[in-house]
């Protein structure tokens, strides 16, 4: 059931108004995709501000003011057990470090946390469209149509603000915050991640004290299958822990 947390947050709420689970979605997703994994608990599945029909942010914001910005609709609530998909699990890192009263334990899948390949470089016409516009020679227009051509499915897919979000967060850096992550973590990961890689999943791993990464044979990005299972099974098993 679609509800209103606080004032412009939107989440499909299951079973009882005394949520114990938080479920955080990946970019260009919403809430909706945690519908199988949410059976038979008491959870919040989040439409993050500019998904699903939650409006944008005001400004470009970054997984840090997602963070804030949810501790303070959650404020007098929890603690959850937070499973975080992709930029979702960006944003659940965040939360359990600057907001650990409203996090009891993690359930990580496909987050890009940690790279464990340098990133690539900026494409060649890019590069000579930002020279040639910072010499006053190329038309902004003709720079941000290069910029478009040249980026990913999910950057030319954005619109407005959700667009110089993207920017912010893909550049974003979480070794320090993995570090001081102080309550229990399982991370879930598809063996064959092409958006999330299962060796940056692996760094990630390493930082996190006491982390468990299980690995699915077979498992994507995408929250489906016997990825879904195992995601499903570690949230049970945190939430027995935590009785």
């Known amino acids: 059931m679609l509800t209103v947390v606080a004032g412009d947050l939107l989440a499909d709420r299951t079973g009882r108004q005394d949520s114990d ?4 979605h990946g970019w260009m997703r919403t809430g909706a995709d945690f519908a199988r994994v949410l059976e038979g608990h008491d959870g919040l599945a ?4 500019g998904f ?10 970054g997984s840090e003011e997602y963070a804030d910005h949810l501790a303070g609709a959650l404020s007098g609530t929890g603690p959850y057990v937070v499973v975080g998909h992709s930029f ?18 993690l359930v990580l899948t496909g987050a890009p946390l940690v790279r464990a390949t340098p990133p690539p470089a900026p494409a060649l016409r890019v590069r000579v469209a930002k020279r040639l516009h910072a010499a006053h020679l190329l038309p902004t227009a003709v720079l941000e149509r290069a910029r478009r051509n040249a980026g990913s499915e999910d950057y030319r897919a954005a619109q407005g603000v959700m667009r110089d979000v993207f920017v912010r967060v893909v550049n974003e850096d979480y070794r320090e ?3 001081r992550i102080a309550v229990p973590v399982t991370m879930v990961w598809g063996e064959l991640d092409d958006s999330a890689p299962l060796a940056g999943a692996r760094l990630a791993a390493d930082l996190v004290p006491g982390a468990r990464l299980e690995v699915v044979a077979g ?5 489906t299958g016997d990825l879904e299972d195992r995601v499903a099974a570690a949230l049970s098993e945190h939430l027995e822990r935590d009785r």
Not at 21 to 24: G, M
Not at 88 to 105: D, F, K, M, T, Y
Not at 219 to 223: A, D, F, P, R, V
């Open 21 to 24: 689970v938080l479920a955080l």
């Open 219 to 223: 498992g994507g990005h995408l929250l």
């Open 88 to 105: 979702g699990g960006r944003v659940a890192v965040r939360l359990a470090v600057r907001h650990p009263w409203l996090v009891r334990s």
């Open 52 to 61: 699903g029909t939650t409006p944008p942010p005001p400004e470009a914001w």
């Open 46 to 49: 989040v439409h993050l501000p």
């Open 177 to 179: 915050d993995l570090a």
